[in-house]
């Protein structure tokens, strides 16, 4: 902490001096250990990954709307070895899937949403000069980085990327013998994840001391703004559950590597008759979604963090029960400890286990509807103004409620068993989780656009990119429901399967399977519109202004240009909480959060 | 190549071109002194009224959608559960449809309606405990019907099943399913991997499978194309042999792994109870195609080979998975036969099937098996025409075809004799 302080004041001498503040190219751009640096390295590589991981999924939808036809586009990308003559190999087809998965949930959503605003936002939106810790938070980039390229390697080696889906289910991603890219593909998978969390566990530790510890005066834990609240808690989630993840991991390893049989027992596999004893497969799976289920939330707590945010400043309305947000996001971030079984109804688990997590499981529902309840509040009788943020923001509150609701039907353990590991399955948590992320993080990108580069993004075509987007990916994610509904599993290569016992079937899932893949091209070609303006605006967009959504967070008295330390002169203090838009009695329809409360002024 | 070329040159066209425009539209910005973070209410009433029409063509979709393919596209549940599931699933779909249509109504509705006007304020509305305490309370109240109504329906589908329910296993394995029904005397012969080999694929236990495992663990294969402990014994000890270490190392390790096994297979043999074997000869495999009787309650146990599977059967509304190294199970009672399903769904060649829904493997996508409900004659005649694991097994193969059956064969000769 000295140390800090210190090296603010060293830097504030050489400001005083109009001297600038002497930063090495790799300093300041590689080994950077500036939080805002770091948010933009984060933001980078994970747009960068999701790019990847969206490509992927095109590869796979062209073979599942047009399969077993020849495609230019897969002979480019995947060339003679992966699609021979321009047809999808089934071994790579679940590798895409899986890689697909893996890299949308961890390097985009995780990295992309939490490392991005986490980064940029829990100090300057708490007054503070940086993260406690700016070299553990380097460090933490850097992991994530490393994992990401391992994560990209094991695409081009010569069994291909681990195919057992993102889901990893031993046996299957134990054993070699079963399917090839469980050899050096699930390897590096398993590498790759390891330096993940670990990174991911560095950047959480540091959130949470910094929001504990580096409050600036007057920052009450409830005058903090609802993205720090949800940044905190998603933290907090990070390192109670990602260490289980890590022992999952480290345990199929030493199955894979060791001869143990932690998840192992009576297999024959590939004419071998294997040794292992007594290990049990269902292990693996509790441990593995004792995080899988908390890092839905690591995903949409810093989303809807971003959008409460959003929401009310261009709605110029407090956020509806600031309080009963936060109690949403405690209730929601505890209960999403004791749910995990709902992805295990039918795996054998005991089903007395299973309707305990019914219970658990549909208790989530409650805090959710709370927040979209609050939100609608919000917007009622606003003065609303659709920034790009705001139209995203509001995307993210409608695929909440869409995909939230189908979440009733696959929490209920009798109706679930009919759906399981269908695509109903695949449209509700692409909706609920993937679209809302996305959105959220797509939002929070616009309107911190400013703050991040000091530049203002192209708003025209920020509205074309929303409008792309929202049509094209409920267009992929909205027929799923019916094909799920249908029966159709996930993870096939093809469906012809279904023309030796239903035809009618096939056809409908066929003419639903093309629809979708005709939207994901769409929506896909959507997201050009926002890397064009994403970096056409990093260098040829218009300055900022100190304040462009006159907002009240702290962020916002900080300068456009970019000072080590955040505010040049002393910190901020704090003297009302962050959302009196609009407040009667007040001159203009917001107040900053370092304005004292007027005379006879109540705080809200 | 050419065609790439084109697409190339389209592509940099492209960009520079909507560069261009952007450069012209911030220009203009410009001469009209208009920031970009300004929003003009020309913007933000044609974005309030885009949602407004967005939220008509996303109604308009999913109208669309429920009638041209319904939300049961498997058709009528053809179980006793399944009839039950189906209403449940009905009433959430009616509950959360509800909760669709409300929620997302007043979400664009209010996005359309409180767009900035000129002169009006926001309403300063900060919070409202009355509001909240409904908003909480009344979700509790609806979750707390949907619980126990699933709950009950949980208990009564996952309960034990009767006694006199017909007990049947399905195997698993990449990539195809095996049944095994447990014959006359309703109960499924015991088992241990251990014992699998070609004629055993099921690795049932009785003394005569003990001892053809035995014999393969110490033989391997006729063919040679498996080595058993004796010759890799036999092998690893002649000095007049060389291997490459790589090799050497393989089949020391290949040998360790077989001793041990064979080990375990003595014990197995020494605890070995010789009355549990007729429970075992009677069972009856049967690939490809799965027969039940309509309206009967099954006990299915499943066994998985090598990875996890997962039996799924959509018309049933049944699903389970299949677990290496464990025993999983469920009940069902057919209630609609094959026959009167395809008159139902209109399709001659319907028929009902078992698929893989957990991925396994490359070929996951074709591991299936087709199940066929049968009126209580059919199934008899079916019956009739099948052999028990004791006629498959201890009679020897009399005409050999190709390789592996020769192989086998030689193996099934000294079955009969220890």
């Known amino acids: 902490m000295s140390a800090i302080t210190h090296d603010t004041h060293g830097h504030h001498d050489a400001h005083d001096h109009h001297d600038h503040h002497e930063e090495t190219f790799i300093s300041k751009y590689i080994f950077s250990q500036d939080h805002k640096m770091i948010g933009k390295q984060f933001l980078i590589t994970a747009v960068f990954m999701g790019l990847v991981a969206m490509l992927l999924s095109l590869l796979f939808r062209i073979q599942l709307a047009w399969p077993g036809e020849s495609s230019d586009f897969l002979s480019l990308f995947l060339g003679e070895t992966w699609a021979p003559g321009g047809i999808l190999k089934e071994n790579m087809y679940l590798g895409l899937v899986t890689i697909h998965g893996t890299i949308m949930v961890f390097f985009l959503l995780t990295g992309g949403l939490s490392g991005t605003f986490s980064n940029l936002l829990i100090p300057l939106q708490l007054g503070a000069r940086d993260m406690a810790s700016g070299f553990l938070n380097m460090v933490s980039y850097w992991l994530f980085a490393v994992s990401s390229v391992i994560m990209l390697v094991s695409l081009f080696i010569e069994t291909g990327p681990a195919m057992a889906g993102w889901t990893i289910y031993p046996p299957l991603s134990a054993l070699p013998q079963a399917v090839e890219g469980s050899g050096l593909g699930m390897t590096l998978w398993l590498v790759s994840m390891t330096l993940f969390i670990a990174g991911s566990l560095i950047g959480s530790l540091n959130y949470i001391v910094t929001v504990l510890n580096l409050r600036t005066k007057g920052m009450s834990m409830t005058r903090m703004p609802l993205t720090i609240w949800a940044f905190f808690v998603t933290a907090i989630l990070g390192v109670l559950s990602f260490p289980v993840l890590l022992s999952a991991a480290v345990l199929l390893m030493m199955d894979r590597l060791a001869g143990t049989s932690f998840y192992l027992s009576d297999i024959i596999v590939g004419g071998e008759m294997l040794e292992n004893h007594g290990g049990s497969p269902l292990l693996y799976q509790h441990l593995f979604w004792f995080l899988g289920h908390p890092e839905v939330y690591i995903v949409l707590l810093p989303a809807l963090g971003l959008s409460s945010e959003i929401i009310s400043t261009n709605a110029r309305k407090p956020i509806f029960g600031y309080r009963a947000m936060i109690g949403s996001i405690l209730a929601i971030g505890f209960l999403s400890f004791i749910v995990w079984g709902h992805h295990m109804f039918v795996t054998g688990m005991n089903p007395f286990l299973g309707s305990v997590f019914v219970f658990t499981t549909l208790l989530i529902a409650i805090p959710s509807a709370v927040k979209v309840f609050n939100y609608l509040t919000t917007l009622w009788r606003g003065s609303i103004v659709f920034t790009p943020a705001m139209l995203f923001a509001i995307g993210l509150v409608s695929t909440f409620i869409t995909g939230g609701v189908t979440g009733i039907i696959l929490a209920d353990s009798a109706l679930d068993i009919a759906v399981h590991d269908t695509y109903f399955v695949v449209a509700h948590f692409h909706i609920v989780m993937g679209m809302s992320a996305v959105f959220g993080m797509f939002a929070g990108v616009y309107h911190w656009f400013p703050k991040m580069y000091g530049r203002m993004m192209n708003t025209r075509l920020g509205y074309a990119h929303f409008w792309v987007t929202i049509v094209g990916a409920y267009g992929v994610f909205f027929p799923m429901h019916f094909v799920g509904l249908a029966g159709a599993p996930r993870r096939y290569y093809d469906y012809s399967v279904y023309n030796e016992f239903d035809t009618n079937t096939y056809e409908m899932m066929l003419d639903l399977n093309v629809i979708i893949t005709v939207f994901a091209i769409i929506a896909a070609i959507g997201q050009i519109i926002f890397l064009f303006n994403f970096f056409y605006s990093i260098y040829r967009g218009p300055v900022a202004v100190q304040n462009p959504w006159k907002s009240n967070t702290l962020e916002w008295t900080t300068p456009v240009e970019h000072v080590h330390g955040n505010w040049p002169g002393a910190l901020p203090v704090v003297h009302r909480w962050p959302y009196d838009y609009s407040k009667p009695g007040a001159e203009e329809d917001y107040i900053l959060q370092t304005v004292p409360l007027a005379e006879g002024e109540e705080e809200h | ?418």
Not at chain 2, 105 to 124: D, I, N
Not at chain 2, 252 to 264: M, Q
Not at chain 2, 287 to 310: C, P, Q
Request: aromatic share 10%.
């Open chain 2, 1 to 418: 190549m050419s065609f790439k070329l084109i697409t190339i040159i389209v592509i940099v066209l492209g960009v520079l071109a909507v560069s261009q425009l952007v450069r012209l539209y911030e220009l203009s910005s410009k001469l009209r002194n208009r920031r970009e973070e300004d929003v003009t209410n020309r913007d933000n009433k044609l974005n309030a009224n885009l949602l407004l029409a967005f939220m008509i063509f996303f109604y308009a979709g999913f109208i669309y959608l429920m009638t041209e393919y319904g939300w049961t596209g498997r058709g009528d549940a053809a179980s006793i559960h399944g009839e039950t599931t189906d209403w449940l699933l009905n009433l959430n779909f009616i509950i959360i449809i509800a909760v669709f249509f409300l929620t997302n109504t007043l979400l664009f509705g209010f996005a359309w309606k409180y767009v900035r006007k000129p002169g009006v304020k926001a309403y300063f509305y900060p919070h409202d405990n009355k509001l909240e305490l409904i908003w909480t309370v009344v979700p509790a109240i609806v979750l707390a019907v949907i619980i126990i109504l699933g709950l009950k329906t949980w208990n009564g589908i996952t309960g034990d099943s009767a006694k006199e329910a017909i007990r049947i296993e399905l195997f698993s394995k990449q990539f195809d399913w095996t049944a095994r029904y447990s014959g006359e005397d309703n109960v499924l012969g015991k088992y241990d991997y251990k014992l699998t080999t070609a004629e055993n694929e099921l690795a049932l236990l009785t003394e005569a499978t003990l001892d053809s495992a035995i014999r393969y663990m110490e033989f391997g294969k006729a063919d040679s194309t498996v080595l058993g402990i004796k010759l890799l014994e036999n092998k690893l000890n002649n000095p007049k042999n060389i291997f490459i270490p790589e090799d050497r190392i393989k089949m020391e390790t290949d040998l360790d792994r077989k001793t041990r096994l064979l080990r375990l297979l003595y014990q197995m043999k020494a605890r070995h109870n010789a009355k549990l074997d007729a429970s075992a000869y009677d069972d009856i495999l049967q690939k490809d195609t799965l027969h039940l009787l309509k309206g009967k309650e099954y006990e299915i146990s499943f066994r998985a080979k090598d990875v996890i599977h997962s039996a799924y059967f959509p018309h049933l509304r049944s699903q389970i998975n299949t677990v290496p190294g464990q025993v999983t199970r469920l009940k069902v009672t057919p209630t609609i036969s094959t026959k009167e399903m395809r008159v139902r769904k209109n399709n001659p060649n319907f028929n009902y099937v078992l698929m893989c829904n957990k991925i396994c493997g490359s070929a996951h996508y074709k591991m299936k098996m087709i199940v066929v409900i049968d009126s209580p004659q059919q199934y008899n005649a079916w019956l009739k025409s099948k052999t028990t694991f004791k006629d498959d097994y201890l009679k020897p193969v009399a005409v050999a075809t190709d390789s592996t059956v020769v192989a086998s064969a030689v193996v099934d000769s000294t079955k009969l004799g220890m």
